[in-house]
């Protein structure tokens, strides 16, 4: 099985600021990884898929990069509603999802 | 709109069985793959595996085999889970998600583009 690890596991940032979130497979998963966003009580959205590409509706401030192993989701100028739970999953070997990073305000 | 319609919440005893429903409305039902994610409470996503629509060829994902049953009711544009021999630990909202399709390429159903409200079972005796 892959396992991918999310790293931080919480994050305190400011809206304005820039976050890094980053999801580490345990083998490679080429550039076969989402990203999803959760917000507290709600179905989780699809942001990015294949590492880079936003879905559809996903304002540009969301950008995404990796390959292999080492994958990184970018907000460049947080939004008072970016605040929430963050999912790395990857599609090499079936659907699993990393543990998640909390997005929280400072 | 493209949307997926769960059923409602469910209590029920350890032991018993549970089937959850999905309703897809606003576009081909037979044309996407149908994924299933748990979440336990103040945990994680857990991709449980998908089924075919098409076909009706469910996937497991490993932990999900055995008490676990994905099923389709295409006349009606339905998914279902069951869940038997219910335990403690199968407490969790229940969420159906539809498979991205990407025209002329593979394997992208394990993204997960329209997804379902979610399904909260509680299992209490």
Redesign the interface.
Same mark, same amino acid.
């Given at each position: 099985?892959i396992v991918l690890a999310q790293s931080p596991a919480t994050l305190s940032l400011s809206p304005g600021e820039r976050a890094t979130l980053s999801c580490r497979a345990s083998q490679s998963v080429s550039n076969?990884l =989402?990203w999803?966003q959760?917000k507290p009580g709600? =179905?989780?959205?699809?942001l990015i898929?294949d590492a880079s590409n936003r879905?559809?509706g996903i304002p540009a401030r969301f950008s995404g990069s990796g390959s292999g192993t080492d994958f990184t989701l970018t907000i460049s100028s947080l939004e008072p509603e970016d605040f929430a739970v963050y999912?790395c999953?990857q599609?090499s070997k079936?659907?699993?999802?990393?543990?998640?990073t909390k997005l929280e305000i400072k | 709109q493209v949307q997926l319609e769960q059923s409602g919440s469910e209590l029920k005893k350890p032991g018993a069985s549970v089937k959850v429903s999905c309703k897809a409305s606003g576009y081909t039902f037979t044309s996407y793959a149908l994924n299933w994610v748990r979440q336990a409470p103040g945990q994680g996503l857990e991709w449980m595996g998908w089924i075919n629509t098409n076909t009706g060829n469910p996937t497991y994902a490993q932990g999900f085999t055995g008490r676990f049953v994905f099923s389709l009711d295409t006349s009606v544009s339905t998914a279902y889970l069951q869940i038997s021999s219910l335990k403690a630990d199968d407490a969790a909202v229940y969420y159906c998600a539809r498979g991205m399709q990407i025209p002329g390429r593979s394997y992208y159903f394990y993204y997960m583009d329209v997804w379902g409200k979610g399904t909260t079972g509680t299992v209490s005796s």
């Open positions: 099985d076969y =989402a999803y959760q709600q =179905a989780p959205r699809l898929y879905a559809t999912y999953q599609r079936g659907g699993t999802f990393g543990q998640g | -």
